[in-house]
C-alpha cells in the first residue's frame, strides 16, 4: 500500500505495527511485524530518514511514531514535487535534442496538446521554463467552461522569482468581472500589460524557446486545444509579432487601483482608469462593464474629464492626455 512513497513491504509492516502501538522497542516490532531484529533495525532506521518515525532514548531505545496524516502527506508532498521537476527537466532536454534535429525532423518543431488537463499542465511546465520573460495576448476565450476567465498563479511566483511577464490585453478581455483585480495584482507584483483593440491571436511565449497558440474554430467558447511551438522561424516570427503589438498597444497604469499618476498634476482612480479604457477604444458600454458604470455614468465622466482638459473631443483627450504622459 505504502510503496510509491518508498517503503518496502518490511518497513511497511514494521511501520504499521509502531502506529497501532505508537511507541515501542524493535524487540516489540520485530514481534509484531514478524520481522528479524536486523530486518527491523533496518526498517525503522529508513522510517526515522523519511520522518515517519522518531528515536526516543532509553534503554531498549524506543521508537514514536509520526501522525500518519501529516508525515504520509509530506512525503507524498515531496514526491509530486520531485515528479513536476523530472517532467520539466524532460521538456527542457527535449527542447535541446529538437534545437539538435529540428531540420532533420520538421514535424517535431509543433505538437498539438489536446485536453483541458493536458493544456493546464503543459502551460505551467511552459512558465517555469522561463528564466527570463514569459510575453503573450490575452483574449478570451479561455481553458475554463463558459467563458471564464481564470486568473494565473504561477505568474505571481515567477515575478517573485525575477522573470519578467509582459501582457497585451483583448479589449474583450477587460470587461470580464474580476478582470482589473487579477491585472493590478500582477501589476503591483511587476507585470507589465497593455491594452489592445485587438490581438491577432491568443498567444504565450515563454523567453524565446517555447510558444502556445491555442486551436480555435468559429464558435468556439472555451480553448480544448493548443499548438505548442519548439525554437524554429516561426517561433521567431510570433516573437517578433509580439513585440510589434506591444508597442503600438495602450499601458495599463497602476493608478487604476489607486497610484498616483504624475505627482503635481495626479488623476483621481476613476480618472485613470477611465483614461486608459477610452485609450484603449472602448465603446461607453464596454467601459460600463468594466467599471460597473451606466453608459450615462460613463457619458458624464468623460465629458467631466474633457472639461477638465480643456478640450471638445476623445481624440483630443487622448492627445492632451499623451502630451501630460498620463498615457
Given amino acids: 500500500m505504502l510503496e510509491p512513497i518508498g517503503l518496502s513491504t518490511a518497513e511497511e509492516s514494521v511501520y504499521d505495527a509502531l502506529v497501532r502501538r505508537a511507541q515501542a522497542d524493535t524487540a516489540e516490532l520485530a514481534e509484531d511485524a514478524r520481522e528479524s531484529p536486523e530486518t527491523t533495525r533496518r526498517a525503522l532506521r529508513r522510517l526515522v530518514d523519511l520522518g515517519l518515525a522518531t528515536r526516543g532514548g532509553g534503554r531498549p531505545v524506543r521508537y514514536?511514531?509520526?501522525?500518519?496524516?501529516?508525515?504520509?502527506?509530506?512525503?507524498?508532498?515531496?514526491?509530486?514535487?520531485?515528479?513536476?521537476?523530472?517532467?520539466?527537466?524532460?521538456?527542457?532536454?527535449?527542447?535541446?535534442?529538437r534545437a539538435g534535429t529540428r531540420f532533420n525532423y520538421p514535424t517535431d518543431l509543433i505538437e498539438v496538446i489536446v485536453g483541458r488537463q493536458e493544456l493546464g499542465?503543459?502551460?505551467?511546465?511552459?512558465?517555469?521554463?522561463?528564466?527570463?520573460?514569459?510575453r503573450g495576448f490575452d483574449a478570451p476565450p479561455y481553458s475554463a467552461p463558459q467563458g471564464r476567465r481564470e486568473s494565473n498563479?504561477?505568474?505571481?511566483?515567477?515575478l517573485a522569482r525575477g522573470v519578467q511577464y509582459r501582457v497585451v490585453?483583448?479589449?474583450?478581455?477587460?470587461?470580464?468581472?474580476?478582470?482589473?483585480?487579477?491585472v493590478t495584482m500582477g501589476m503591483k507584483q511587476g507585470e507589465q500589460a497593455r491594452i489592445s483593440l485587438h490581438v491577432p491571436v491568443k498567444l504565450a511565449i515563454a523567453d524565446d524557446r517555447m510558444a502556445i497558440i491555442p486551436l480555435l474554430r468559429t464558435g468556439d467558447d472555451a480553448v480544448t486545444a493548443s499548438y505548442l511551438i519548439h525554437p524554429s522561424p516561426l517561433l521567431e516570427a510570433l516573437a517578433a509579432l509580439f513585440e510589434s503589438v506591444?508597442?503600438?498597444?495602450?499601458?495599463?497604469?497602476?493608478?487604476?487601483?489607486?497610484?498616483?499618476?504624475?505627482p503635481d498634476d495626479a488623476l483621481s482612480d476613476d480618472e485613470a482608469e477611465l483614461l486608459t479604457l477610452l485609450a484603449a477604444g472602448l465603446t461607453d458600454a464596454a467601459v460600463g462593464r468594466s467599471m460597473q458604470w451606466s453608459e450615462r455614468t460613463v457619458q458624464r465622466h468623460v465629458q467631466r474629464l474633457m472639461a477638465r482638459l480643456g478640450v471638445q473631443t476623445r481624440f483630443q483627450v487622448g492627445l492632451e492626455a499623451n502630451r501630460r504622459g498620463w498615457i
Fill in 64 to 97: 514514536l511514531a509520526a501522525p500518519p496524516d501529516t508525515a504520509i502527506e509530506t512525503l507524498l508532498r515531496d514526491r509530486e514535487d520531485g515528479i513536476r521537476s523530472v517532467r520539466q527537466q524532460v521538456h527542457s532536454l527535449m527542447e535541446s535534442y
Fill in 121 to 134: 499542465q503543459r502551460w505551467e511546465q511552459m512558465q517555469r521554463s522561463a528564466r527570463v520573460q514569459v
Fill in 153 to 158: 498563479p504561477v505568474e505571481l511566483d515567477l
Fill in 169 to 182: 490585453y483583448d479589449k474583450q478581455a477587460i470587461v470580464l468581472p474580476g478582470w482589473l483585480d487579477d
Fill in 246 to 262: 506591444w508597442e503600438s498597444s495602450v499601458p495599463v497604469r497602476q493608478a487604476m487601483k489607486g497610484t498616483p499618476v504624475v
